[in-house]
């Protein structure tokens, strides 16, 4: 049985490693130095409260094409000369005494230059357009050498059965070890430690060392977050926090990760963090991920664990000398509190591609946040370059574990691959699975069932793009989706040619499965849960999935696929008629508007675009990979552009701007300093903005607005009050637990919420009660348990739970207005809800 301890963060494994750094080690410890237990850093809600304010320049870049790696097999090194980026001053690592971004260029073009070990590629660009370098670090290899290594990396994903029985993998292959740095921008040392060893590693003769390279391969994402970096931000440039986007994969950094873990497929990663103090170690409290081959992942984690606890605290900093406690590890030491049941955070995501050892280290001292602001910048630069050292002792030790168990953990890995492409059961674990780990007990027993396939059909003309951009997101997961060309039945039911089919039995079907199952319903596990706990692909993308349970796939008429079959089409004649119930879809009515085209909306509430806009249309059926089918229809009335003054969360702005919304920012401070409302059709609130708050001047202009026939969308109790405070809506928002997140079943009864799925997501619930005169019920909690998956518990007072939200209204309208209790748009997440915000704009922007 664990003991509880209170501690918020998630860790690495170290082994001691003597990084010297100027004199400001040996400055006396400033008294916050020595807080053992900061406030968690894993979640911060404020991301997700404040009103967002990223550029529209860095949307755009993060919904370009990326650009890959790839190419052809080429040998070890692969030098290359980094053109330099100019120099910024106002770079916020300088005041820590660490790397500013602008030096790293040259730094990796010095380190190149000291031998044959070191290679640098560029792995994408930031959301604000920085550069992201991957740098490899292993003994010299000639193309057949890199041939074979990436032939047998391929074995063992694509025949693990073989690639364990080959004694070529097990003699020759090199052991690809991942390290990730800087994916929140203000947790800086990662970095710097990791350009040290890479330096040390370029030019050491010692026999460990050379032995360690020619069986290893070291990758380094210098810095994952660029953006926030340079800023001081945990976010990158689009507000988003990049530890929180692996499933959905919205922002380029995150998409840039993903392609390494897929194309280098590491057996051990870290991800370094900061701050928690005593340094913070994975192996995580419950609730586990139940699609992990969880006994083979916490093996290796822990015994890493183990290595990088020791290594740390055989640095020898004290909480008396030097404000740092010893490491913890929330496995051991814990209850609950820090788990790894979300695939959101890197390590957790990584363990679906193989990844047997994951970690987050959290490294002790902060200098992030009030701690940047007020401490003395002699104390900042003393507590960055004890993180230094920690960060370097949990990478070297990771090292040594890689050295030692190079075999086994090549085998365990191979394990995963095999358990999914043979169906076979998963292992839950026990005291005699996986032996050498104290304290297992019933509560870190989680698996699942498996169905035997997912059926994607083919045939809803509504669906359609929804389907395409899921099966697209599937593949560049790595998931393995094949296509009918014939009808075909399976589980007793008959499917349309054209259907895609997830055949369960691949080797990662662990991933497969997180994406598109329901999850489930967690709530009586844990108390409190550390971010999202229900995020269905297969509920909240707005294609219909199927899960069948039986049936055999021998036979079938399918094919594999390597991208979705094109949606996009235009009827070569008469008028044109587009469905708006996709993002896609309002994308390219945006376009069009933007364009002039004269769009009229039909009874339906489709779109009908004039044959005299044929080009336009086939111009945004390619870009958006939608259908405009011929009409006789011509449609009631004219569709305006909107434009959008938006008080809310990145997530929100970044959704906006995917659907091609002009939006403007705004917040209390925005409106107060003067704002052109003629700029604006509508007004669309969640956070950053309170009517009380605002100035008298501000209220007038904002009063006004409104009194015009404008309107207002509003999301939650911050949306509602305002639409409570100027008279729009009476109604009387309730807030659930602010705890509780997940995927609910809704019932859609009103035009905003005509076709939408019958099920939405919730974050901090909100209902609506006391609904005054010309309120309409849009949208309701499902009666009974409306909660699918995820985490809801009900408030100590017994209210605030899914059974008081049960039956209560979740969106509703005026004339005006349409208030959210749901999270439509959450993160850029939930894409079958996004249309719902979209109708919503139109039909209030020009009301009057």
């Known amino acids: ?40 850093t894993r979640h911060e809600p404020a991301l997700d409260q404040r009103a967002a304010q990223a550029p529209a320049s860095a949307a755009r870049r993060a919904l370009a094409e990326d650009t890959a790696l790839g190419g052809a097999v080429r040998g070890y090194p692969r030098e290359q000369v980094l053109a330099p980026d100019p120099e910024n001053p106002a770079d916020k690592s300088i005041k820590l005494g660490l790397t500013p971004y602008h030096a790293i260029a040259p730094k990796l073009n010095a380190v190149q230059a000291l031998g044959d070990r070191v290679s640098v590629e560029v792995a994408g660009q930031s959301a604000g357009g920085h550069r992201l370098y991957l740098v490899t670090v292993t003994a010299p ?62 030019t050491a003769t010692d026999g460990r060392t050379r032995d360690l390279l020619a069986h290893s391969r070291l990758y380094f994402n210098i810095t994952a977050n660029p953006d926030g970096r340079i800023a001081g931000t945990r976010a990158n440039a689009n507000g988003f926090d990049l530890n929180r986007d ?16 897929i194309d280098k497929q590491p057996a051990v990663m870290l991800d370094l963090h900061g701050y928690v103090n005593g340094t913070l170690i994975e192996p995580t409290t419950p609730p586990h991920g139940e699609n992990y081959e969880y006994d083979l992942f916490l093996k290796n984690t822990y015994a890493n664990a183990l290595g990088m606890e020791a290594a740390v605290n055989g640095l020898g900093y004290t909480p008396a000398k030097d404000g740092v406690e010893p490491a913890q590890i929330p ?59 920690v960060a370097g002792a949990a990478i070297r030790a990771t090292l040594d574990f890689v050295q030692t168990n190079r075999t086994s953990l090549v085998a365990d890995q191979i394990e995963v691959f095999r358990r999914g492409a043979a169906g076979a059961a998963q292992v839950p674990v026990s005291a005699e699975t996986v032996p050498g780990v104290p304290g297992i007990g019933p509560e870190d027993v989680y698996t699942t069932t498996f169905p035997r396939a997912y059926v994607l059909p083919a045939g809803s003309a509504r669906s359609a793009t929804a389907t395409a951009r899921l099966v697209d997101h599937l593949l560049a997961n790595d998931i393995r989706v094949t296509r009918a060309v014939h009808a075909f039945r399976l589980g007793g039911q008959t499917y349309a040619k054209g259907s895609y089919v997830v055949d369960m039995r691949q080797p990662k079907r662990g991933l497969a499965n997180v994406l598109l199952a329901d999850g489930r319903d967690i709530s009586d596990k844990v108390s409190v849960m550390y971010d999202i706990s229900g995020w269905s692909l297969g509920r909240l993308w707005g294609a219909p999935v199927t899960a069948v349970t039986g049936g055999h796939l021998t036979g079938l008429p399918l094919r594999s696929v390597s991208e ?37 909306r039909a009874a339906d509430g489709s779109a009908i675009v004039p044959a005299s806009a044929r080009a336009a249309a086939a111009d945004a059926a390619r870009t958006y990979d939608v259908a405009f089918d011929a ?56 956070a950053g903005l309170e009517y009380g708050d605002l100035t008298v001047a501000a209220r007038t202009a904002l009063d006004a607005f409104l009194g015009a026939g404008h309107g207002l969308v509003g999301r939650g109790v911050t949306g509602a009050e305002l639409g409570t405070a100027t008279g729009l809506l009476a109604v009387k928002a309730v807030e659930g637990n602010g705890d509780a997140n997940g995927v609910v079943r809704v019932v859609n009864s009103g035009p905003v919420t005509e076709g939408a799925p019958d099920h939405g997501f919730v974050y901090a619930p909100v209902w609506f009660t006391d609904l005054g005169p010309g309120v309409r019920v849009e949208q309701s909690y499902a009666a009974g348990n409306p909660l699918v998956s995820g985490h809801w518990r ?46 919503a704009l139109f039909s209030v922007a020009h009301a009057g």
Do not use: C
Not at 26 to 36: M, Q, Y
Not at 246 to 261: G, L
Not at 366 to 377: H, K
Not at 644 to 672: D, H
């Open 331 to 389: 496995f051991r030491d814990q209850e609950e509190g820090w788990d790894d049941w979300p695939p959101i955070f890197t390590p957790q995501y990584a363990a679906f591609h193989g990844t047997v050892a994951a970690h987050t280290v959290e490294i002790p001292l902060q200098v992030n946040n009030a701690a940047y602001n007020n401490l003395p910048v002699a104390e900042l630069r003393r507590r960055s370059a004890i993180n230094v050292e």
């Open 564 to 600: 979705a079959a094109a949606v996009g089409y235009v009827a070569p004649r008469g008028d044109l008629r587009l469905r708006l119930d996709d993002p896609q879809a309002y994308a390219a009515l945006n376009s069009l508007l933007r364009q002039g085209v004269p769009v009229r």
């Open 631 to 686: 009409t006789k229809v011509s449609g009631t009335a004219p569709l305006q552009r909107v434009r959008v003054a938006a008080a809310v969360t990145p997530g929100e702005l970044f959704a906006l701007r995917e659907m091609n919304f002009e939006v403007t920012p705004v917040s209390t401070a925005v409106l107060n300093a003067g704002f052109d409302w003629s700029s604006a059709d509508v007004l669309f609130v969640s």
């Open 794 to 839: 009900p408030l100590e007072d017994g209210g605030g739970g899914p059974s008081a939200a049960a039956g209560q209204a979740s969106v509703v309208s005026g004339r005006q207005s349409v208030l959210f209790g749901t999270e439509p748009l959450f993160r850029d997440h939930p894409k079958g809800e996004l249309p719902q915000v979209a109708k």
């Open 1 to 40: 049985m664990r003991t509880t301890r209170t501690a918020p963060a998630r860790p690495v494994l170290i082994t001691a490693l003597a990084l010297t750094t100027a004199g400001s080690l040996f400055l006396s410890p400033h008294t916050a130095g020595a807080e053992p237990e900061p406030p968690a």
């Open 141 to 202: 290899e000639s193309t057949a050498q890199t041939r074979a290594q990436e032939r047998m990396r391929e074995l063992i994903e694509n025949s693990p059965a073989s690639a364990a029985k080959s004694a070529e993998i097990k003699t020759r292959y090199k052991a690809p070890v991942f390290f990730n740095n800087n994916i929140h921008g203000n947790e800086w040392e990662g970095t710097d430690a990791s350009l040290k060893l890479i330096e040390q590693l370029a």
């Open 246 to 261: 692996f499933v959905t994969a919205s922002q380029p950094e995150a998409r840039a990760m993903r392609q390494i873990e």
